[in-house]
């Protein structure tokens, strides 16, 4: 128990420490206020989501499972040790072990102790890791901080090892002093079963030593705790507690890589997009303070793992020392004097991006760095008119002839002749609207797919119809590259279409018009129900409808996952339950599912060229090749074109089909 001195001293300490929290902590809210965008609305099911997300910390556990183990022995030791300090605390004030009358059997005495070696044994690993690892000890951000000064970029790297070091000698200091106190109590009071680790070090303290002994073990444990917290809101290891903050303030998305639209009608808007930092929603801002700097990201990320100069990590931390830099200047409402890339990111990183998503479902922390990317794609096409030159004909053809080969509109059904095709004014009541889609439409590779999808069809006898030339480009890659106004266009008239048309269900035969119709359009008035091809592939082979003829000794297949049919939309069993009825022995990738690398296309990419090889494409196309399969399948135009492409290059290069080709190459000879 305390001495009166040593209370009021005590007091005193708490009292400043809890000022220079509040000081940064209130400065870093106010400058994530500042962001644009909806602010924080209370939710009692978002908080409990939020909890739960967090304390599990769900995420974390797609990669590095035993690197994610140890850290979370760590946060769950921190989590704990809040509470063991308040309790100290009380003790030590007033004399009273309040967790002995409300727990049973000691019970909190055996988790403290447990939890202590645990912590003491992660943090040592980690601390090994971090700095006798030779790849961990300098973050591998490549060209993304080449435009930083040399100095800048010293400081930026020792700081990051500075603040792991403090902070990895804090928690052990902290719980290793806390231990040690409890050692010297058992030692003064004898072996405490529920204590085994503190009481196998008390017998190596001198009795001569047991009272100073605990005295100076909790002063220093709890001491370090009243110099820390102030100095925690400008760590990285603020990241704890604004993990749990995202979590909570994270928009609710009809699914992973959905955009809100931009209200063109409001008069009071002045900026679309994002230039500086205080453009970005304000849940960006929040992002940065989130960053684990684990990059995670970026080893998922397509653009960086091909020598691009994109890298997701890079990009939130140098948002969050932009923020730290300008901090005071910020939460008082200034503007920032610099635009984001000027210091968070290269142009040509801004443009590598494939929106595939990978960074946004990799991330422990629900950081969403592609939504920065893709807000300030949208600043620099719609403010400044700047984009890449590649992008104008893809532009100028979805805006005149409504799709992105600028090809005549007149033209869109011409794959479809001799077929007898119906439209939606030949039969109304068609149970399916077909939306083709603007590469079967006009791309001679895809429009084989769109054959067999027809063969099928009728094969099923299924009542179907498409929209002919009233169909227009999605726009998914307009949006995706930043021309927000273009898509917005198309989506309005795509939508006063189909409101009229009132489909019954929507097929379509690309994973980015399923996404976009299926989860984008109903921010803009258009709810329809939008089904994947390969989902109606795989309930038609499930419920018999479809007379496949057997083939001997077919070629092992490999399945690339398409980003927005596997990872946006989690649509994963469906075209692997398809295939399976073909009886053909399937392989996977290493990166499959969910976690599928990109083939490059997304983001707007099909239109450009990459700057820096390997091509994304290449890359995923050696994977496949790696698995030693014949036959690559894909349930995306975009990615069949990617990996047609790249089987070019290869000395042995797989056939590369669809899902729907392969079923529809095995249809019964009676079959239409």
């Known amino acids: ?72 022995l760590i946060a769950w030791g921190f989590v704990f040790y809040l509470a063991v300090n308040v309790l100290d605390v009380v003790w030590g004030y007033t004399g009273y072990h309040l967790a002995e009358e409300v727990t049973l059997g000691g019970l909190y005495r055996l988790g403290a102790d447990i939890f202590s070696g645990l912590v003491l044994l992660s943090m040592a690993v980690l601390l090994v890791r971090r700095f006798l690892t030779p790849e961990k000890r300098r973050l591998s951000f490549r060209s993304d901080i080449r435009h930083i000064p040399a100095v800048k970029v010293r400081f930026f790297h020792l700081t990051i090892a500075r603040d792991s070091l403090i902070v990895g000698l804090f928690i052990l200091l902290h719980v290793g002093f806390r231990l040690a106190g409890e050692s010297f109590g058992v030692a003064m009071e004898g072996h405490d079963p529920y204590q085994p680790l503190a009481s196998m070090i008390a017998p190596l303290w001198p009795e001569a030593s047991w009272t100073l002994g605990r005295h100076v073990s909790w ?26 903050f995202n979590f909570w303030t994270k928009p609710v998305r009809t699914s992973l890589g959905a955009l809100d639209p931009i209200d063109f009608e409001d008069e009071a808007k002045e900026t679309f997009g994002a230039q500086r930092i205080e453009d970005l929603p304000a849940t960006s801002l929040v992002d ?17 793992v091909t020598g691009k100069d994109l890298s997701p990590s890079a990009l939130e931390i140098n948002k969050r020392y932009y923020l730290n830099e300008h901090m005071h200047a910020l939460a008082r409402g200034e503007p920032s004097e610099q635009s984001l890339l000027e210091y968070a990111l ?22 969403e760095p592609m939504f920065d990317i893709l807000e300030i794609r949208r600043g620099e096409v719609l403010m400044e008119g700047r984009f890449p030159d590649e992008f104008q004909s893809a532009y100028r053809g979805m805006e005149r002839n409504g799709n992105p080969w600028n090809l005549g509109a007149a033209d869109r059904m011409r794959w479809a002749e001799g077929l007898g095709i119906p439209t939606l004014e030949d039969d109304p009541e068609a149970d399916l609207l077909w939306w083709v889609g603007c590469a079967p439409s006009y791309d001679q590779r895809a429009q084989k797919t769109a054959r067999s999808l027809v063969r099928i069809l009728r094969a099923a006898g299924i009542r179907f119809a ?63 129900e939008v089904i994947h091809h390969t989902e109606l592939l795989a309930a038609l082979t499930a419920a018999g409808k479809l007379d496949l003829k057997p083939e001997e000794g077919g070629s092992t297949v490999t399945f690339h996952d398409p980003c927005y049919l596997g990872r946006h939309n989690g649509i994963v069993d469906a075209p692997r339950e398809a295939l399976a009825s073909l009886s053909l022995p399937i392989v996977e990738m290493p990166r499959h599912g969910r976690q599928s690398f990109c083939c490059g296309a997304g983001g707007a990419q099909m239109w450009k060229e990459e700057e820096v090889s390997p091509a994304v494409s290449d890359t995923r196309y050696e994977e496949a090749a790696g698995t030693g399969a014949r036959t690559l399948a894909t349930g995306c135009p975009f990615c069949l074109t990617m990996m047609t492409d790249a089987a070019k290059k290869g000395d042995q290069p797989l056939e590369v089909k669809d899902v729907v080709e392969l079923l529809a190459d095995r249809l019964s ?3 239409p």
């Open 1 to 72: 128990m305390l001495t009166l001195a040593e209370k009021m001293l005590f007091a005193v300490a708490v009292a400043a420490s809890a000022y220079g929290a509040w000081r940064g902590f209130s400065t870093v809210l106010r400058t994530i206020a500042r962001g644009a965008g909806p602010k924080l609305r209370l939710s009692l099911r978002r908080v409990a989501q939020a909890l739960g997300t967090w304390i599990l910390m769900k995420p974390i556990w797609k990669a590095r499972k035993v690197t994610s183990a140890v850290h979370a």
């Open 219 to 244: 002063w220093v444990a709890l001491g370090l705790v009243l110099l820390f917290v102030p100095y925690f809101p400008y760590t990285k290891h603020f990241h704890f507690i604004m993990a749990g």
């Open 288 to 304: 940065a303070y989130a960053c684990i700097m684990c990059n995670r990201c970026q080893d998922v990320c397509p653009a960086f």
């Open 346 to 367: 290269t142009e040509s990183a801004l443009w590598a991006c494939t929106a595939c998503g990978a960074c946004v479902d990799i991330c422990p922390v629900g950081n």
């Open 466 to 528: 498409v929209l002919g030339g009233k169909e227009r480009c999605t726009g998914d890659a307009a949006r995706r590259s930043g021309n927000e106004y273009l898509f917005d266009s198309l989506a309005r008239e795509n939508i006063a279409t189909l409101n009229a048309a009132r489909p019954k269900q929507i097929l379509a035969t690309c994973p980015h018009c399923v996404h976009t119709l299926g989860k984008e359009y109903s921010a803009l008035g258009g709810h329809y």
């Open 669 to 671: 000879p009676g079959e």
